[in-house]
T-cell receptor, first 110, second 115 residues
Framework: SQQGEEDPQALSIQEGENATMNCSYK?????LQWYRQNSGRGLVHLIL?????REKHSGRLRVTLDTSKKSSSLLITASRAADTASYFC??????????FGTGTRLKVLA | DTGVSQDPRHKITKRGQNVTFRCDPI?????LYWYRQTLGQGPEFLTY????????KSRLLSDRFSAERPKGSFSTLEIQRTEQGDSAMYLC?????????????FGPGTRLTVL
């Protein structure tokens, strides 16, 4: 399969805690993106990190990228019940081909 | 609503029938993608259009699958002689070439069930 792997597959935390999910990909990339998918809804873009960047922040999101290990992590700080969703990384090689990971299903308990 | 729309949202068909799905991207977006997503998995790339040109087609797509984007606007995905293994969510996404964040905007998907 072309798909990247995400770890853990499922994560359950209490509201206010931080959530960390990891993604590994297989090919060299131009950039990597993270998407969120709520149950029964489409995917929504969260954040992009380029191959020459190591860390990126957006609000409560922090993304890191280690191209030598072909891995990325997404940290959500001070989680809320509304963060309950599946999170996918998407690696982009070339100019347009997106390879999505298998996803992490996050559940935030109120 | 100026987002990506897909029609129908749900399709139930019998094995062996043909089905066609439509995707209307965001109007100024010149890139259009089709993906397939099964339960518990991430989206799998099927095909990509830049304007009306189909630039890449995944090896996942058998010759029963065909996609078009005749005028560089809406796109259709047809599955001929459907099989039970075709049951999945079919997602369409569009993007604007040169956008700073290179993000894709996804539609709500068409859920296909093949009986």
């Amino acid at each position: 399969s072309q798909q990247g792997e995400e770890d853990p597959q499922a994560l359950s935390i209490q509201e206010g805690e931080n959530a960390t999910m990891n993604c590994s990909y297989k090919t060299s990339i131009n950039n990597l993106q993270w998407y969120r998918q709520n149950s029964g809804r489409g995917l929504v873009h969260l954040i992009l990190i380029r191959s020459n960047e190591r860390e990126k922040h957006s609000g409560r999101l922090r993304v890191t990228l280690d191209t030598s290990k072909k891995s990325s992590s997404l940290l959500i700080t001070a989680s809320r019940a509304a963060d309950t969703a599946s999170y996918f990384c998407a690696s982009i090689s070339g100019t347009y081909k997106y390879i999505f990971g298998t996803g992490t299903r996050l559940k935030v308990l109120a | 609503d100026t987002g990506v729309s897909q029609d129908p949202r749900h399709k139930i068909t019998k094995r062996g029938q043909n089905v066609t799905f439509r995707c209307d991207p965001i109007s100024e977006h010149n890139r259009l993608y089709w993906y397939r997503q099964t339960l518990g998995q991430g989206p799998e790339f099927l095909t990509y259009f830049q304007n009306e040109a189909q630039l890449e087609k995944s090896r996942l797509l058998s010759d029963r699958f065909s996609a078009e984007r005749p005028k560089g606007s809406f796109s259709t995905l047809e599955i001929q002689r459907t099989e039970q293994g075709d049951s999945a969510m079919y997602l369409c996404a569009s993007a604007l070439e040169g956008s700073p964040y290179n993000e894709q905007f996804f539609g709500p998907g068409t859920r296909l069930t093949v009986l």
